[in-house]
């Protein structure tokens, strides 16, 4: 089309026709020029370009008529446009488009954008010459200017495949890599990410960073997600990190292989990808991919990464920080976890790869142990194909291979495991047994019919000092059907063990009846006898298995009187191991042999009822003397059943009440009761009651036994009251235990010092200090007592005011002196050394008696003298049933006797204090502790209130002169608690007496205080002024009792003068109990200003009220004192003289 001056368009313009003109039809506001881009209409494009039409209108849109020449490829229209000043970089307007949209609708493009969307690489090669010769820079085409969704020139290039036009940009430098769009997204994550491969191999061509990650992902990680192997392959050629972990912990490798791309898989291997990689597994620990493959039960990702070179025999580790969960302890490797959870490709894959296939998890278990347990039979017969495989290895619970399929009753296992090693059956355990033994012992059928199948040998013994056979264990755990299939398969039924037992004495000892029976009825000698000579016979009435004996008895051959290695029958060893039922067994034996000897005497004399009654066991001992053994056979020590030690005589007692007839009597050389040899004067008798032979003097009592029908009186031994010498041992060993346990902790009992004279002084202190007095009460003097003279020499040197006044309220003052004159006596006579002599102790120091001697020689000296106070009077008193009076001579000589009996020789201090210890705290006056006594089945007391009869209970004649009478027995107390017999109480005196208090005011209050006497009840102590009451007291009014004291005062010889007293005032009145008196004090008080006639001498003194409350004042006159003190205080409070 020609534009010259002629044509219409020319003639219009020239004429004033405007070439801006806007199209009012369009409603995009366009101008002539966009209407000739649109057109095609280069040449009047051209025209209007001519004719200086603007060049940069924009419509609606925002595009200009180069957006438009550009996307339509109008080359001379575009190159006119960029010379006459057209900008290349203007944008359209933004659109808010999704990325999917059409081209025309993305916002913010440049012309040069839509050249690219329109894929018109001429326009761009304009814009890239265009650009090298513009001067102005705002003019020059910017190729990275972006889109509303981010996108540059450059970045369409790649993505509209226009690779040439791309690198020219490169090359020229007139685009950048690292651009990024909207959501800073780099050009190789895009490329990935639209899944255009050669767009991403043209950017690892050009060198971009192969590790940047976007939104958490790595080039790499992406390529696999988008499933781009040739992608990954330019990756991992282009150097990218083929290990790095997602947010998820997943590798890359893994991704891979989890989505079943094991192309990618491949080339991550080749490139040496680690196919190991330890990451954090299940409960912090440390796992491989091969874990985690297996873990899932995904074979194919397990068999990939084996064969891929990884870690195959690593089990699981513990945390980065040291969490060690079970799944870790468990030490199990891949090869463990493959068999556990049957995973055969798996295990063969491993196997291939050269596994570890003996390595141990933490319970020491293989690979095939696992399998086994598991049942899993395909991987057993993989295991069992590896030629490394060792069929010996054990776990902790010591089984192998073999043995643990036998335990699972995997008999397949089993099976497949004997077809590789045919001997495996035969290995032992580490106590010596083989398969069948074990089997057999558990009572497993099924184990052991499997076992006999495989033809193992029945007869192989266990490798032990037992060296039982199958044979013996099947008896010993009683299967019926387990023995009778042994015997079938051919086992040995006589063989016997190392102690020489057979099957028939195992059976008897675990009282397997049933068994015995089937072992007699497959003709097992009944009479084999073992090491110690018993046979079968002998163990079962040892162990009292009576349903066995009935069936020796019955059913066999047994000789009833063999004799055994210590030469005892069956009828001895029953009555030496006596159980429950020894009564019921014993009649099994008469039914069966009516004829059985019951007197045999076995290897030490002892004939079935000796070893009966030692045993204590009396209805075996009633069955035999009722069945006619005889009474009076000693054995070998010379003892029958009455010289036995026993701990009671009661059984004894019921014996000899049950003989009907009189027994044949016994013979001997010697009395049988104390040993003493018969002479022509010392003539044999007979105890018609029990047949043994006596002398004379023990048979000296007579009585009629009239169950014998002999009326007349005959003669018969009993004896009662003492102890026997089994019970002495029994005590001593008792008491000693129990007081080592329960010993009270007393201060004099804290012996710190082996100086036996400086025990021997505590022990006198003490002993004397409680005599009458209660242990709580002792104590605080005592301690105070051995504060202020620690030993014998500082007592010694002691003035008696200082003894009397630390001993002051505990009564009884003579004891207090007789410690003093003791200690001054041992200092000037012995050298301060205690004398050890029993005799030098009582006769010689002051106030010390038999029981404080022998108290001092056991304890300090530990010599076994005896004691007796009140708590072993007691004690002794309930043990031996002694009621008679205590205060009669021949009551204390047996009670002394019985002490001396006790006492222990080798600790004879320590079983002193038990029985005064048992006395004070279990054995005590009021409701004893007899359920916790130590020697309660010696208290004969105690057994008595005990038992529902007292046939059991000794007793003595109807006139013995020691037992308590019935008269005597209060109703109203325990049997034990009428022990000892009481003493009748005796009434207390009543005594009167006037108390007349002196004071006087110094400094402080003071009060006369007087010195008593040193014969009477307080001598030696301070005491106020006392008046002893005259028998008219009664008959006196109130006046003449005052004139009454002062007239006494006055007559009082202790006053060098006379002194002059008035005006007495009654303070009141208090009582004190002496042990013997009842005493009432009548108190009065009076002032006294003659302090020149009452001067303190030794026998007289002024105390204040501090002195008088820590001087050697007796309790009765603190008690008056505290009585009077008030009144006194409210006199002189008020001023007032009285």
Not at 121 to 127: A, N, T, V
Not at 493 to 514: F, K, P, Q, W
Not at 572 to 593: K, S
Not at 766 to 795: F, G, N
Request: net charge neutral.
């Amino acid at each position: 089309i020609s534009f010259d001056n002629e044509t219409f368009a020319s003639l219009l313009v020239d004429r004033g026709a405007s070439v801006d003109a806007i199209d009012p039809t369009s409603t995009l506001n366009e101008s002539l020029l966009h209407k000739c881009a649109r057109h095609h209409y280069q040449q009047a494009g051209l025209y209007l370009i001519k004719k200086g039409a603007k060049i940069n209108h924009v419509n609606k849109r925002g595009e200009t008529a180069l957006h438009l020449t550009s996307q339509l490829g109008l080359e001379q229209f575009t190159k006119a446009l960029l010379e006459n000043g057209a900008n290349p970089n203007l944008q359209t307007h933004q659109t808010l488009s999704t990325n999917d949209e059409q081209i025309s609708n993305v916002g913010l493009q440049t012309p040069i954008h839509r050249a690219v969307y329109a894929s018109q690489e001429r326009i761009l090669d304009i814009y890239i010459q265009f650009r090298e010769k513009i001067t102005e820079e705002n003019l020059k085409p910017n190729f990275n200017i972006q889109d509303e969704h981010g996108q540059s020139v450059f970045s369409l290039t790649l993505w509209m495949n226009m690779l040439t036009i791309a690198k020219q940009l490169l090359q020229i430098r007139h685009a950048q890599l690292e651009i990024k769009d909207r959501e800073q997204t780099p050009l190789l994550a895009q490329a990935i990410s639209k899944q255009n491969v050669q767009a991403a191999l043209f950017l690892l061509e050009q060198g971009v960073d192969v590790n940047e990650k976007t939104h958490g992902l790595s080039p790499i990680q992406l390529a696999v997600k988008y499933h781009l192997p040739s992608v990954v392959e330019a990756l991992c050629r282009n150097g990218a990190n083929m290990n790095v972990i997602d947010e998820s912990g997943n590798s890359v490798l893994w991704n891979a292989l989890d989505s079943g791309q094991e192309d990618i898989a491949s080339i991550l291997a080749k490139f040496g990808c680690d196919s190991t990689q330890w990451s954090d597994g299940p409960d912090n620990c440390r796992q491989t991919l091969l874990h985690r493959a297996i873990d899932e039960n995904n074979e194919s990702v397990a068999c990939f990464l084996i064969k891929s070179g990884c870690d195959i025999n690593s089990p699981r580790q513990p945390g980065v920080n040291g969490e060690t969960p079970d799944i870790c302890k468990s030490l199990e490797s891949p090869l463990h976890l493959a068999a556990q959870w049957g995973l055969e490709r798996v295990v063969s894959t491993l196997i291939e790869y050269h596994a570890d296939i003996n390595k141990k998890d933490a319970e020491a278990n293989t690979p095939l142990h696992v399998a086994i347990i598991n049942q899993h039979t395909t991987i057993i017969n993989l295991l069992l194909c590896a030629p490394s495989l060792d069929l010996t290895q054990r776990n902790k619970q010591n089984q192998t291979p073999f043995a643990c399929s036998m335990v699972a009753k995997n008999n397949e296992a089993a099976n497949l495991i004997l077809k590789r090693e045919p001997r495996a059956a035969e290995q032992l355990d580490n106590k010596g047994r083989n398969f069948l033994h074990v089997a057999v012992q558990n009572g497993d059928i099924e184990s052991v019919l499997f076992l006999l199948t495989v033809q193992v040998n029945v007869n192989n013994r266990v490798q032990d000092a037992s060296q039982f056979t199958p044979l013996h264990l099947c008896v010993q755990i009683g299967s019926e059907i387990i023995l009778r299939n042994l015997i079938l398969a051919g086992a040995n039924i006589n063989d016997v063990t190392a102690n020489r037992r057979s099957a028939l004495h195992i059976a008897a000892e675990n009282n397997r009846a049933v068994i015995c029976a089937i072992l007699l009825e497959n003709h097992i000698h009944a009479n084999l006898t073992d090491a110690n000579q018993n046979t079968a016979l002998h163990l079962a009435v040892q162990h009292g298995h009576s349903d066995v004996v009935r069936c020796l008895l019955a059913e066999s051959d047994i000789d009833v009187l063999t004799l055994n290695s210590k030469g005892m029958n069956c009828l001895h060893v029953l009555a030496a191991n006596a159980q429950g039922n020894a009564q019921v067994i014993f009649e099994q034996i008469l039914t069966h042999y009516p004829t059985f000897p019951l007197d045999i005497q076995d290897g030490q004399g002892n004939t079935a009822l000796i070893l009966a009654y030692k045993n204590g066991h009396g209805q075996l001992c009633r069955a035999l003397v009722s069945a006619g053994a005889n009474l009076s056979i000693c054995n070998n020590d010379s003892l029958s059943i009455f010289t036995t030690p026993t701990a009671s005589k009661a059984l004894l007692v019921n014996i000899l009440d049950i003989i009907t007839r009189e027994p044949p009597w016994g013979e001997s050389e010697t009395c049988l009761e104390c040993g003493m040899k018969f002479t022509i004067t010392n003539r044999r008798h007979h105890c018609r009651h029990c047949g043994r032979v006596l002398c004379k003097r023990c048979s000296v009592n007579e009585l009629p036994i009239m169950k014998f029908n002999l009326q007349k009186p005959v003669r018969i031994i009993m004896t009662h009251h003492r102890f026997s010498k089994e019970e002495i041992l029994i005590c001593r060993r008792s008491l000693l235990a129990w007081y080592d346990t329960n010993k009270r902790k007393l201060p004099w009992r804290d012996w710190h010092d082996t100086n036996a004279n400086i025990v021997a002084y505590r022990v006198l202190v003490s002993e004397l200090m409680l005599q009458q007095t209660q242990v709580a009460t002792v104590i605080r003097y005592y301690e105070t007592w051995m504060k202020q003279w620690p030993d014998i020499k500082s007592l010694a040197e002691a003035t008696e005011d200082d003894v009397l006044k630390c001993w002051a309220g505990l009564g009884y003052y003579n004891r207090a002196r007789n410690l003093h004159k003791c200690a001054q006596l041992i200092i000037n006579e012995y050298n301060g050394e205690f004398p050890n002599d029993l005799d030098i102790l009582i006769n010689r120091l002051p106030g010390v008696g038999r029981y404080t001697a022998g108290a001092v020689s056991s304890i300090a000296f530990s010599q076994p003298n005896p004691i007796l106070d009140g708590n072993v009077i007691r004690v002794l008193s309930r043990m031996r049933c002694i009621g008679s009076d205590l205060k009669k001579k021949s009551t204390t000589d047996l009670l002394w006797s019985l002490a001396t009996d006790l006492v222990c020789p080798e600790r004879p201090g320590d079983f002193n204090q038990s029985l005064m210890e048992l006395g004070a705290t279990v054995c005590t006056p009021q409701k004893p502790k007899c359920t916790i006594c130590p020697v309660q089945n010696q208290c004969l007391a105690y057994l008595k209130q005990t038992q529902k009869t007292l046939i059991d209970i000794e007793e003595c004649s109807s006139n013995c002169i020691f037992c308590l009478k019935s008269e005597n027995i209060e109703s109203n107390r325990s049997l034990v608690e009428n022990y000892p017999r009481k003493k009748t109480k005796i009434k207390q005196r009543e005594e009167i007496s006037f108390i007349l208090i002196i004071y006087r005011l110094n400094l402080k209050l003071e009060f006369l205080m007087i010195k008593q006497k040193q014969s009477g009840l307080l001598s030696g102590l301070w005491s106020f002024l006392e008046i002893n009451s005259s028998n008219d007291l009664d008959q006196m009014n109130e006046h003449k009792r005052k004139n009454f004291i002062i007239e006494q005062i006055q007559n009082m010889t202790i006053f060098n003068k006379t002194i002059n007293i008035e005006n007495i005032k009654l303070a009141g009145q208090c009582r004190h109990l002496f042990s013997h008196i009842d005493k009432q004090y009548i108190i009065y008080f009076a002032h006294c200003d003659q302090n020149e006639i009452l001067i303190s001498t030794s026998q007289m003194q002024w105390f204040n009220e501090e002195q008088l409350q820590t001087s050697a004042i007796s309790t009765a006159m603190k008690k008056v004192f505290n009585s009077a003190l008030p009144q006194i205080k409210l006199k002189t409070s008020n001023g007032e003289k009285v």
